[in-house]
């Protein structure tokens, strides 16, 4: 059963903007394996900000907004061995959501030279 829905979309130049100022954005919504994994890519801003739409998404699925005793480092986007995006959670955040319940989390990600979406699905 679907118990949440989340979209979102950035345009890839405000992600790129608010990294580039270097105070501290980038450390404070993408983990370090995040990171690792965006600057390896030619067009690194455009993973940066699909990531940064799927965690939005994904508040937006709990239907919570961003609750306390989370944090956006700790949910982290990986990509599979098949290059399918996923949602692990981390730290405080894992056990925060965990109390909201046991759920299956979807995410679709998109991006394009000046935008990137996501979609979050959560199931139970």
Do not use: Q
Not at 3 to 11: F, H, R, Y
Not at 36 to 57: I, S
Not at 63 to 85: D, R
Request: aromatic share 8%; glycine share 8%; hydrophobic share 45%.
């Amino acid at each position: 059963m679907i118990a949440g829905l989340g979209i979102d979309i950035v345009e890839v130049e405000r992600i790129a903007e608010k990294i580039a100022k270097n105070n501290g954005f980038r450390e404070l919504v993408f983990s370090a394996n995040e990171i690792a994994y965006c600057e390896k890519k030619t067009h690194k801003y455009e993973h940066y900000a699909a990531r940064f739409a799927a965690k939005e998404a994904f508040f937006k699925a709990l239907g919570t907004g961003w609750p306390e005793g989370t944090a956006f480092n700790e949910v982290e986007i990986v990509t599979n061995e098949l290059g399918k995006p996923e949602i692990m959670l981390l730290g405080l955040t894992h056990t925060t959501i965990s109390a909201l319940g046991n759920f299956n989390i979807m995410v679709s990600l998109t991006h394009i030279k000046s935008a990137a979406s996501a979609v979050v699905i959560l199931e139970k």
